[in-house]
């Protein structure tokens, strides 16, 4: 499953959620939400490094020859930012829960 698909509705910013409401959503009791969803965030986090490694790959065998580049090269540095801004994966996992895009 690819959770990086359609992470635009996903706050950036931390926000408190209804313990209760998660118990609804899920099914489950708290704690077992919990596990689940740390699992998932867990998956989303690789997810999102392998993705950034796979494109910053792309720049180390392009300036493998020039140290100056590599150091001064915008388009890393835009990709990184980029990367930055991402959600966190907890709120990634959370708010698909939400949605009702995962099952649990």
């Avoid at 689940?36 to 993705?51: A, G, H, P, T």
């Avoid at 890393?76 to 990634?92: A, D, G, M, V």
């Amino acid at each position: 499953m690819s959770f990086l698909r359609n992470i635009n509705n996903v706050k950036t910013n931390t926000e408190t959620i209804d313990c209760i409401h998660l118990e609804k959503k899920s099914g489950k009791n708290i704690y077992e939400t919990i596990c689940i969803l740390e699992k998932i965030s867990q998956k989303i986090n690789n997810q999102i490094k392998e993705d950034l490694y796979s494109k910053l790959e792309e720049f180390h065998f392009v300036n493998k020859n020039n140290l100056e580049e590599i150091f001064e090269n915008k388009e890393q540095i835009e990709l990184s930012k980029l990367y930055e801004k991402f959600p966190k994966p907890t709120s990634i996992s959370i708010q698909y829960l939400l949605d009702g895009k995962i099952k649990i």
